[in-house]
């Protein structure tokens, strides 16, 4: 068993590997227990550096680390970074052409990490191999996909209990960013790690500012969010033509590289656009939920979403690609009515011991696009924390929005739905509540309804978000043909039973673009920009992604600090043993010349 009395030494190995001087969060703690030889739980947010918790117990210990991780492009990522800190790290993929090469490599002793599927991890074969090899650990990363309460179950997870009782010796490092209390105990059933081996690190993402605003014209609205934020961004579309239509009329708005990633494409298309997004600066990728997961780069600067996610836990996910450097990012999504009543459709679909979860997931996460609160706080709570009321870093804190109680509006809505026969959608409705008499109106006799006219002046501007409000929260739900029907609460707001408030959001004034603070080079140092052309050049060169070299905050730190020896720049944080070797004198050079 790994001896405890390690830890001291992993500041020492922490500062040579990765060129850190301290853990942050609660990476100590997880990597302690490692080293004592406990199987261990961790929750730790995106960007928390959930990788180096077994990273470096696999540099210390005798053995390899066995990494079970979802995707091939996932794993690739990370394999790039670790051997960029002298890791001797190897995938054993599908997509890897030196298979017996690296099978000799880990029987010779001679890999500290070796990543693979869940697929393969579950084989008889593979666990033959690691019968003729040490292992030092077993890390199961996206942990959550072992849970069927997971919102990203995937069944091969629970396929993988044989193979780590085959090593009861081995300790096993279970880690997710996206983990609420039902999914978290049954990942301790699923993988054998008893309860006292949770650590929770929290899921605040301080560093990203939440913003949710109503879908008028997403294309728009999306253009501008590109012309205020000069950085890597992904936008998530609900569907395949939505994702090409975005990509093609963003390029075109805006001049910058917007590319398209989704399924349908041909794999060396995806292939070959996730490649471009990976090493760029500032491209934009519009991509369906299938892209992300297997993305590890940390200067992703804003995710948009064109439409609603899945569930709150998906959002998270999501929108937890940007910021993993820890530097400003932004979160937006633009919201429909349309969202919610197709997501609502969709329910009858899902099997019918899941429905009630399933509704239950899109209530919370139609109270939260809803709220008035802060973001931040409804998304903690969520989780189970308890958050401060207000975070100062989301836009109901930062621009608070109205909230007006329109429940005598939604009575008439309501009653004018019913009355015209629920079949009937907002724009005639409007119509029957304004006293519109139109040739439609006068030939379905909706002019001689009880609701004709009854709608004033003050209530017409109230009309279309109460309607996305009513439809978010299943009092309004779509017919067959378009029209609007009852819902779920419905008679209980006609019998005033039920209040119905709603959020006027504060009208926008537009960014200049960069404006936002936090941008790469927020003081316009010309010497961080030199670096940064060094960055990309001997990125280029190694034929890898520039912040596999250095991140941005890396950067900023040199030019602040101006190191004069290696030495000096080897204090700087983010420059380890390996990286002060091979880029420390053109990095030097470069402070030197400015």
Known sequence: MP???????????????????????????????????QSTLAVMPTGAGKSLTYQLPAVMLEGTCVVVSPLIALMHDQLRSASANGIRAATLTSADADRELTIDRFRGGELDLLYVA?????????????SRARIALFAIDEAHCVSEWGHDFRPDYRLLRPLLDAFPEVPRLALTATADHHTRADILAQLGIHEDGLIVAGFDRPNIRYAIRPRDNAARQLKALLDENPGPGIVYAPTRARVEQLAEKLAAATGRRVLPYHAGLAPEVRARNQAAFVASEDMVMVATVAFGMGIDKPDVRFVAHAGIPKSIEAYYQETGRAGRDGDPSLAVMFWGADDFARARMRLSEVEQHRQQSERQRLDALAALVETAQCRRAVLLRHFGEEPPQQCGNCDNCLEPAGVVDVSELARKLLSAVYRTGQSYGLGHLEKVLTGVSDDRVIQRGHDRLSVFGIMTEDEKPLLKPLSRALQARGS?????????????????????????????PPKRERKRRGSRDGGANPVGDPLFDALRNLRRDLAQEAGVPPYVIFHDSTLREMAAARPSSLAELGEIGGVGTRKLDAYGDAFLTVIRQS
């Open 3 to 37: 001896d405890a009395d390690l830890l001291p030494d992993a500041l020492d190995a922490l500062h040579a590997t990765f060129g850190f001087t301290a853990f942050r969060g609660v990476q100590e703690d997880v990597v302690a227990r490692v080293l004592s030889g």
């Open 118 to 130: 869940p697929e393969r991890a579950s084989q008889p074969h593979f666990r033959e191999l690691l």
């Open 476 to 504: 309004l739900v779509p017919t067959e043909h378009g029209g609007l029907a009852l819902g779920d609460d419905a008679r209980a707001i006609l019998k005033g039973e039920a209040n119905v408030p709603i959020v006027v």
